[in-house]
């Protein structure tokens, strides 16, 4: 499993992970562009035989940062590679001087609430029906 942050030649086969991980509320290649082009966001993915298994992406201003983008295709989840995505997003935003960083995450995802929370994410409030679906996200913050 090979490390490394992203290019914009990645963005085609990132939205179709994107896609297959999130089909109600993916993140399309002009997003992901968006944010890539941006100047302040973070980018890191895993890689195996050349296929992308697992991305992140983090925007950052001003100290703080907000992770956007975490994924892992199904058949690599619960190896690890989601740990070793946020671990690399974190060493590089502590490069960028980011203090703290912000996510949302949909109630119902007990599965990644339990990561984020191991982690050392905290969670802060609830934004009420916050997704498209109506369904409330948890708000999480982590310091540096």
């Known amino acids: 499993m090979n490390g490394r942050f992203w290019t914009f030649e990645d963005l085609n086969e990132i939205a179709q992970l994107e896609r297959e991980c999130f089909p109600e509320d993916a993140w399309n290649v002009r997003m992901l562009?968006?944010?890539?082009?941006?100047?302040?966001?973070?980018?890191v993915l895993l890689e195996e035989d050349g296929a992308i298994t697992a991305y992140g992406g983090l925007n950052y201003v001003e100290g703080e940062?907000?992770?956007?983008?975490?994924?892992?295709?199904?058949?690599?989840?619960?190896?690890?590679?989601?740990?070793?995505?946020?671990?690399?997003?974190?060493?590089?935003?502590?490069k960028k001087g980011v203090k703290r960083i912000f996510l949302e995450v949909r109630?119902?995802?007990?599965?990644?609430?339990?990561?984020?929370?191991?982690?050392?994410f905290q969670g802060l409030y609830a934004r009420s029906r916050y997704y498209a679906n109506g369904e409330d996200a948890i708000v999480m913050k982590k310091e540096l």
């Open 33 to 43: 562009a968006e944010a890539f082009l941006s100047g302040r966001f973070l980018g």
């Open 65 to 94: 940062g907000e992770l956007e983008l975490i994924a892992t295709a199904e058949m690599y989840r619960r190896c690890g590679r989601a740990t070793k995505v946020l671990d690399d997003l974190v060493k590089e935003a502590k």
């Open 107 to 120: 109630v119902s995802n007990t599965s990644a609430l339990m990561f984020y929370l191991k982690y050392g």
